[in-house]
């Protein structure tokens, strides 16, 4: 069984409204995306050796509904899309947190973005495409993908839940078999997973797992050592777990990794340079903190 640590990583004012994370592999680094509930921006940035920076305001908007981040290995770039309530996408990009550089618009979607449950977003190695899904007030995804090549364009994927009833989505990139994931965690702890390959015109809709616990948030990424997803669910009791999987027959978990009240918004994610699998918690009194693990099981 993996030892399981918590750290602080910092402090950011203004009221958290969500948390993003991921690593870059140009600098072996880790990063955080904070965004306020005022709309700013903001990137913290560590690695093994050296401690996580002050906060470093990348934009500003004016609101905000959801967004994602993640890094792009073609450009080395990091990339932060952020949806606002006029139901436009924008992007922020940079390899320099000081120097940042902005698009907006990015998109303009039709449909009305719905509530904060976060959005999927990932970069798919196979053809290099940036990804960013939202879901509509009827609950359907509308995926936007991009890069310096292609113009952003939107796909609509037809799903089978109601708004109401979905806590949260995210989403990640299989290297394994090159599929693209959207993670769709309902309220009553249910988790399905809407898939689909380069090739493939049409997305497929899989139930994963179902945690006993009424859930309120969920990230989800692939680890390149082992080939398993996780998915990381936040309960409404504050109950943060793990559930490991290649296919239904080959699972570990739903293991519990921590216990955190007053959780404002998760973000999970695997560092090749240690090793480990990264959630980080933002809580309502302005504190980011990380649950970090190696191979469970």
Avoid at 232 to 243: K, T
Wanted: glycine share 8%.
């Amino acid at each position: 069984m993996a030892t399981i640590q918590q750290n602080t990583l910092g402090h950011v004012s203004g009221g958290i409204y969500g948390v993003g994370g991921y690593t870059s592999d140009d600098d072996a680094s880790q990063h955080a995306i904070v965004v306020t509930a005022n709309g700013t921006v903001n990137e913290i940035h560590w690695d093994v050796r050296t401690a996580p920076s002050q906060p470093v305001v990348l934009a500003q908007f004016n609101g905000i509904v959801c967004f994602t981040s993640f890094y792009t290995s073609d450009d080395n770039y990091q990339h932060v899309i952020v949806a606002t309530p006029d139901n436009q996408l924008h992007e922020v990009y940079f390899t320099d947190a000081t120097h940042p550089h902005v698009r907006s618009p990015l998109f303009q979607l039709k449909s009305i973005i719905g509530t904060h449950v976060g959005m999927s977003g990932f970069f798919s190695y196979d053809d290099s495409l940036r990804h960013a899904a939202v879901l509509d007030k009827d609950g359907e995804l509308h995926e936007v993908t991009f890069n310096a090549g292609k113009q952003p364009d939107a796909e609509d994927f037809a799903t089978q839940f109601d708004l109401k009833d979905i806590a949260a989505i995210a989403g990640f990139y299989s290297y394994d078999d090159t599929t693209k994931h959207t993670v769709v965690a309902l309220k009553d702890g249910r988790v399905y997973d809407i898939n689909y390959t380069t090739e493939q015109t049409h997305a497929s809709t899989a139930f994963v797992t179902e945690f006993t616990e009424p859930l309120v948030n969920v990230a989800a990424f692939y680890t390149s050592d082992t080939g398993y997803r996780h998915i990381v669910a936040l309960a409404a009791s504050g109950n943060l777990y793990d559930y490991a999987y290649t296919t239904p027959q080959n699972f570990v978990g739903p293991t519990q990794l921590a216990t955190l009240g007053n959780v404002v918004d998760i973000a999970a994610y695997y560092s090749a340079y240690d090793g480990n699998r990264h959630v980080i918690l933002a809580t309502e009194d302005g504190n980011l903190h990380e649950v970090y693990y190696s191979h469970l099981g």
